[in-house]
């Protein structure tokens, strides 16, 4: 009964944000569909439908805007200025080059990976001719397997230029 009635609730509110000449006391109609369902409807036109009554929508407003003056970008002001809550933790120096350094091998180590995943790629897709296999008999299914190969070439390029995006983005 509350899923229905959440439903219903769903509905009429959508039904008054899109009709042009909404108002607050639109007529909704449940209808039987003569297959054991209910239907929400705007008219009742059709037979078996019945009338409901609906509590009103309440809006509450939100909360006054500052003025545009008042509003200031992060990005206009310099870096220097930007400055951390009184509260916020601070890492000492030598902690953070750590987890940098840490960073910097993790990203290596991903690219070294996704390297040697590229090579090995390379060598099976042989310049777009792959070896065929035994379970493609179908000529149609090893097309799909090279389109496959293919892509999975070009998500693996773009990794390894992310990562080395990355990479060089590290101080």
Do not use: W
Not at 32 to 39: I, L, M, Q, V
Not at 112 to 134: I, V
């Amino acid at each position: 009964m509350k899923r229905q009635l959440s439903a219903l609730l769903l509905l009429s509110s959508i039904l008054g944000l899109t009709s042009p000449h909404a108002s607050a006391q639109s007529e909704i109609f449940l209808c039987d569909d003569g297959r054991g369902g209910k239907e929400y409807k705007n008219t009742g036109t059709t037979k078996g439908c019945k009338r409901i009554d609906l509590p009103g929508i309440t809006t509450i407003p939100g909360l006054p805007r500052k003025p545009a003056s008042a509003v200031t970008t992060t990005s206009a002001r310099p870096a220097s200025s930007v400055s951390s809550p009184a509260d916020f933790p601070k890492v000492d120096s030598n902690t953070q080059k750590s987890r940098d350094n840490d960073r910097r091998q993790i990203l290596l180590d991903e690219m070294r990976n996704e390297e040697q995943k590229l090579a090995a790629l390379r060598r099976d897709f042989n310049n777009g001719e792959p070896e065929r296999r035994g379970d493609e008999r179908n000529y149609a299914k090893y097309q799909d397997r090279v389109v496959t190969m293919k892509d999975e070439l070009g998500r693996t390029e773009k990794n390894i230029d992310a990562l080395k995006r990355e990479i060089g983005n590290l101080k």
